[in-house]
């Protein structure tokens, strides 16, 4: 039997939920596929209308960020990474899961937060940031890349991200080993 890939999908659905937006996409929905096995996790719309679905995905047997743009129209926006997809590699071979993301109009930047694995036992909360045309920002973090261990190893993981008064918040679950501290 054939291996089935899981796609990234938009649905645009009606204001007053009689059903789908039939103008947008394909009856309502847009779909990319991708060769890989992909999961959304958040929506994030930039001042134009153009719509970016966030998610993490298997690949090659390494778990990495996506970002998938599409335009108001419910089509793929192919000028944003490469044939409208940026995924995400964290340095080092870590796996990086995303689980949440938002668009900042200020600064035209799509952060997308989550957690890298270094071993099963230490789990660090992560952040990067791109632009609004899938080039990773490098001048965010150290080199483009934020991750932070809360404590003295254990597990941290980031579940959603917030643009907030001078910054970004992100809501952690912080799993310490006994002894470890907050630092």
């Given at each position: 039997?054939g ?9 645009k ?20 596929e991708?060769?890989?096995e ?30 998938t ?6 089509e793929?926006?192919t000028?944003f ?32 937060t ?27 973090g ?5 991750e932070?261990?809360?404590g003295?190893?254990?597990l ?25 501290s907050?630092?």
């Amino acid at each position: 039997s054939g291996q089935v890939n899981n796609d990234v999908a938009v649905l645009k659905v009606l204001p007053n939920a009689s059903g789908f937006d039939l103008n947008f996409g394909t009856i309502g929905v847009a779909i990319d596929e991708d060769p890989s096995e992909d999961q959304s996790n958040a929506l994030a719309l930039d001042d134009d209308g153009n719509i970016y679905v966030i998610g993490t995905g298997i690949f090659a047997n390494i778990w990495r960020g996506h970002v998938t743009a599409f335009t108001p129209q419910g089509e793929v926006l192919t000028d944003f990474g490469l044939n409208g997809r940026r995924s995400i590699l964290w340095p080092d071979g870590q796996d990086f899961y995303v689980t949440d993301g938002l668009f900042h109009t200020e600064n035209n930047k799509i952060y997308i937060t989550g957690w890298t694995t270094e071993s099963a036992s230490n789990i660090n909360t992560a952040v990067v940031a791109i632009d609004n045309n899938g080039n990773h920002d490098s001048s965010f973090g150290v080199d483009g890349w934020f991750e932070n261990d809360l404590g003295l190893g254990g597990l941290d993981f980031a579940s959603a991200i917030e643009e907030g008064i001078n910054g970004l918040y992100l809501a952690v679950t912080s799993v310490e080993s006994p002894g470890g501290s907050l630092a």
